[in-house]
């Protein structure tokens, strides 16, 4: 009797999905800006989120739009799943999502009759960006860092969801559900960091850089192959001499300028006769492509297509991540999403990878402007600021 509630938007239409969309508009988050604005975004089924402003506290809406990175950029890629914004206490934004398209992508979700897989799916991992203010005409409106992995599960299938984020004593914390357990988890601060200073970031990163081959062409045909660390070995500190996961990685990072876009051309090979190694080439449509082979088995994954130009100069980061087991390409300072082709632009590996160690040395194209190795799995803030230092260089 003593309270009343008031809906928004004004009138009987709230926000739906944009012009042509699907019949799903869930789960509105919703944060304010320092200009008064508000900020909404909420899943549907078309592949991307959907988001709109409001200048008047609500009672209208711009028309909804999918979520982009920057206004007017490229779309962020979502499945049918809660993504949360958050406002932090330092003025930036936090936001959570899943970093694919659904097994809709491309087409617009009136039906899913037909189709195959479930909208709901992959929801693991969890990625994370940051989000800073700009000014527009209109008033203040965000924009968002490149994404990095935020939680994992070992099992694909585990649904990772419902997040929402908690600030204490400096420290941020996120919780979440896989409709069993619920769960807080610290934020890692270098994560944290790496994010929230990624819009500025023009630093080579120089932790555990192994090989650093800076630009001065021509660089040398042939040079040493730093070791690269196991992903697995034997424990034998079990009863059963069962494997150990080590959860390492490594990344690959390479300013290369290709003379003909022709495919299989190899950029960067490691391997010894019988195919032990790691083989970085070329593929159709401007993608490149890296095979890990630890002599027992071969992986693989690619670059979104045209990724890479022929006569252009190009930064690829190939990072493999054996906490997730997840291969990314960050291409000239932006994580590869699959775009239009593909529903993934990350790919999982084998956890029963061993270490792609091949031949003591690798052999580089003259393609190849400068590479560095490093025997960790850098993050995309680095990957990014990497990027960014080369191009002041």
């Known amino acids: 009797e003593k309270i009343t509630f008031q809906t928004l938007p004004d009138g009987d239409i709230g926000l739906r999905t944009p012009a042509g969309g699907g019949r799903v508009a869930e789960e509105q988050s919703v944060v304010a800006l320092s200009d008064g604005s508000l900020y909404c975004v909420y899943r549907t089924v078309d592949g991307w989120p959907a988001c709109?402003?409001?200048?008047?506290?609500?009672?209208?809406?711009?028309?909804?739009?999918?979520?982009?990175?920057?206004?007017?950029?490229?779309?962020?890629?979502?499945?049918?799943?809660?993504?949360?914004?958050?406002?932090?206490?330092?003025?930036?934004?936090?936001?959570?999502?899943?970093?694919?398209?659904?097994?809709?992508?491309?087409?617009?979700?009136?039906?899913?009759?037909?189709?195959?897989?479930?909208?709901?799916?992959?929801?693991?991992?969890?990625?994370?960006?940051?989000?800073v203010e700009r000014d527009s005409p209109d008033g203040k409106v965000l924009h968002w860092s490149q994404p990095e992995i935020l939680l994992y599960d070992d099992d694909p299938y585990i649904r990772m969801s419902y997040p929402d984020l908690v600030e204490d004593g400096g420290k941020f914390y996120v919780t979440e559900t896989q409709k069993n357990i619920g769960r807080v988890h610290e934020i890692p601060q270098p994560l944290l960091d790496g994010l929230f200073d990624q819009f500025d970031n023009r630093k080579v990163a120089t932790k555990d850089l192994a090989l650093d081959l800076s630009p001065a062409p021509p660089l040398p045909a042939e040079t040493a192959m730093p070791k690269l660390p196991e992903f697995s070995i034997r424990d034998t500190s079990r009863a059963d001499y069962g494997a150990k996961d080590l959860r390492s990685g490594f990344s690959l990072d390479l300013w290369l300028k290709l003379a003909s876009s022709a495919p299989n051309q190899a950029i960067l090979?490691?391997?010894?006769?019988?195919?032990?190694?790691?083989?970085?080439?070329?593929?159709?449509?401007?993608?490149?492509?890296?095979?890990?082979?630890?002599?027992?088995?071969?992986?693989?994954?690619?670059?979104?297509?045209?990724?890479?130009?022929?006569?252009?100069?190009?930064?690829?980061?190939?990072?493999?991540?054996?906490?997730?087991?997840?291969?990314?390409?960050?291409?000239?300072?932006?994580?590869?999403?699959?775009?239009?082709?593909?529903?993934?632009?990350?790919?999982?590996?084998?956890?029963?990878?061993?270490?792609?160690?091949?031949?003591?040395?690798?052999?580089?194209?003259?393609?190849?402007?400068?590479?560095?190795?490093?025997?960790?799995?850098?993050?995309?803030?680095?990957?990014?600021?990497?990027?960014?230092?080369?191009?002041?260089?």
């Open 269 to 393: 090979d490691s391997r010894t006769a019988a195919g032990k190694g790691i083989l970085v080439s070329t593929c159709a449509a401007g993608a490149i492509r890296i095979a890990l082979c630890d002599g027992r088995q071969e992986v693989a994954w690619t670059s979104d297509r045209g990724a890479v130009e022929a006569g252009k100069d190009h930064h690829v980061v190939i990072t493999v991540d054996g906490g997730p087991k997840i291969i990314t390409f960050v291409v000239d300072g932006v994580v590869c999403d699959g775009g239009d082709d593909r529903q993934f632009g990350w790919g999982r590996f084998s956890h029963t990878l061993r270490a792609p160690n091949g031949s003591p040395t690798v052999k580089l194209a003259d393609s190849v402007r400068s590479l560095r190795v490093y025997t960790r799995a850098i993050r995309t803030s680095e990957a990014v600021g990497n990027f960014r230092a080369g191009l002041a260089d």
């Open 52 to 131: 709109a402003y409001s200048r008047d506290g609500g009672h209208t809406w711009t028309p909804p739009a999918y979520a982009t990175y920057t206004p007017g950029g490229r779309r962020i890629k979502h499945p049918r799943a809660a993504n949360f914004a958050w406002k932090c206490s330092n003025g930036k934004y936090l936001y959570w999502f899943h970093n694919h398209g659904g097994p809709v992508i491309g087409e617009m979700a009136a039906d899913l009759s037909g189709r195959s897989g479930n909208p709901y799916d992959d929801r693991n991992p969890a990625w994370l960006v940051a989000g």
